[in-house]
């Protein structure tokens, strides 16, 4: 064996164990087209959780807990009757809350492929709120010049509409304004007269 390749011993195998390259396999050689089309591909997206599946293994392990109490309980002497009133109170209290029973990410098996996908989809998210990412962000729209032009243009309309509301509260705001101030000398000069005629 050289290099990992090829057998370990030639004894046995009608051989002498000399490894060859196999001249009749063509290599695949990309063209320059090729490579900066793969530029053009579209990021790789990441696999959904399927909700049903976390679900299903969720119920399971509630089902497991409920199965080492029963036998817990069993080994213990006491009666069918309240074996399975104590499994059932512990079922009923588990499946009200599921979501405290899903693993860390740490602890998923390999094989688990649908919680490995949840916790990076967890983990995703809580970095782009960390940095700040919008939802609709797709990559790359930062050297698209027709879509930086469309999104300033979106933006400076969105600004105009902005100031402009603002303007309109401000002046419904001033006017609220002069109609307190009117209605609070309106009721002073009444005050000053109903005291001016008090004291007559």
């Given at each position: ?6 057998l ?26 090729d ?58 209290t ?7 029973l899903?693993?860390?990410?740490k ?44 999104n ?34 309106e ?14």
């Amino acid at each position: 064996m050289y290099n990992g390749i090829g057998l370990t011993t030639p004894r046995g195998s009608g051989t002498n164990g000399y490894v060859m390259r196999n001249l009749s396999a063509l290599r695949v050689h990309e063209t320059a087209a090729d490579r900066a089309a793969a530029w053009d591909v579209a990021p790789p997206k990441h696999r959904e959780p399927d909700e049903a599946i976390l679900e299903h293994e969720r119920k399971r392990k509630v089902e497991v807990k409920c199965l080492e109490l029963q036998l817990q309980l069993e080994d213990d002497g006491l009666d069918e009757a309240t074996i399975e009133t104590r499994v059932d109170e512990l079922r009923t209290t588990l499946n009200k809350d599921l979501a405290s029973l899903v693993p860390s990410a740490k602890k998923l098996k390999p094989s688990d492929t649908h919680g490995i996908a949840a916790a990076k989809k967890a983990e995703l998210d809580k970095m782009a709120r960390a940095l700040g990412t919008k939802s609709n962000y797709t990559e790359g729209d930062a050297f698209d010049r027709e879509k930086q032009e469309e999104n300033k243009m979106r933006r400076m309309v969105e600004r105009e509409e902005r100031e402009r509301k603002r303007e309109e509260d401000k002046t419904k705001w001033l006017e609220q304004k002069q109609k307190w101030e009117a209605d609070k000398r309106e009721r002073d000069r009444l005050r000053r007269r109903e005291e001016d005629r008090i004291r007559r």
